[in-house]
């Protein structure tokens, strides 16, 4: 019997169609984000993507990096996502720099948390106490970007890996796997059918706290993994 939470995704809503792509908002334009971007942009989505630098000065670097994706100030990451719904946000910023995420600039979205936390990394205090409790990070990012929807998805597979792991051509079922939790069933629904979309099988953790499988030094992070690797791990 198939798992409900983990049946095959239906189309995303506003799913790209000639002429009006549904547009995803990467928070973060280094290696990672430019990844996500790239491998978007050939599923047929358009990307609004920000940093730290203003949006003329990060041209040139898309333009290297991801061609035909959009630079953008930080607050306006989500404005064109907000027409498809809510919207998706792809938050891919190291995890010491969040303090510099305004919270509002994500307001109304479904968040996308692909950060992960590494060794001598200077945390923000509320996140650092999350790590020091043991508590998974993606739940105090839910509880600091508490007016978006938060699935963790993205941060245990490498940017390095990530052009050629996404693989549209392949039958769902022999695609690289990748996991999402997240509390909110309907945001969590969201991001596996983007997963979907992007090439990738998606599969169901349950709720956020279940990301934590996900995080470094977890059982499934950075392994290539196919989907009897992850359904252990669902709850």
């Known amino acids: ?13 506003g799913s790209p169609a000639p002429g009006t792509p549904e547009v995803v908002g990467i928070l973060g ?3 990672a984000g430019t990844a996500f971007a790239r491998v978007l942009l050939k599923a047929g989505y358009g990307v609004d993507i920000a940093n730290t630098r ?12 991801a061609p035909g994706a ?7 990451v989500a404005a064109r996502t907000r027409e498809h719904d809510g919207g998706v946000v792809i938050l ?5 720099e969040l303090d510099e995420v305004d919270p509002d600039w994500v307001s109304g979205t479904v968040l996308v948390d692909a950060t992960n ?7 923000p205090i509320w996140l650092e106490g999350a790590v020091i409790r043991g508590e998974p990070t993606s739940s105090a990012v839910a509880e600091h970007f508490d ?22 051509d392949l039958p769902v079922a022999q695609r690289r796997a990748l996991g999402v939790a997240g509390d909110d069933d309907a945001a969590r629904g969201r991001v596996m059918a983007l997963l ?12 956020l706290a279940a990301g934590v499988v996900l995080q470094p030094e977890g059982p499934l992070f950075n392994r290539p993994l196919r989907r009897e690797d992850l359904l252990p791990h669902a709850r």
Request: aromatic letters at 4%; charged letters at 20%.
């Open 1 to 13: 019997m198939t798992d409900p939470q983990n049946a095959p995704m239906p189309p995303v809503h």
């Open 196 to 207: 979907e979309a992007m090439g990738f099988d998606p599969v169901s953790l349950g709720p």
């Open 117 to 123: 936390t590494w060794q001598d990394e200077i945390l």
């Open 54 to 65: 203003p949006p003329k000065a990060l041209r040139h670097h898309l333009t290297i990096h």
């Open 70 to 76: 959009q630079a953008v100030d930080p607050a306006d």
């Open 92 to 96: 891919a910023v190291p995890q010491e």
């Open 29 to 31: 334009a280094g290696r």
């Open 147 to 168: 007016r978006a929807r938060t699935a963790k998805a993205l941060n245990h597979i490498s940017h390095a890996e990530f052009d050629d792991a996404a693989q549209l």
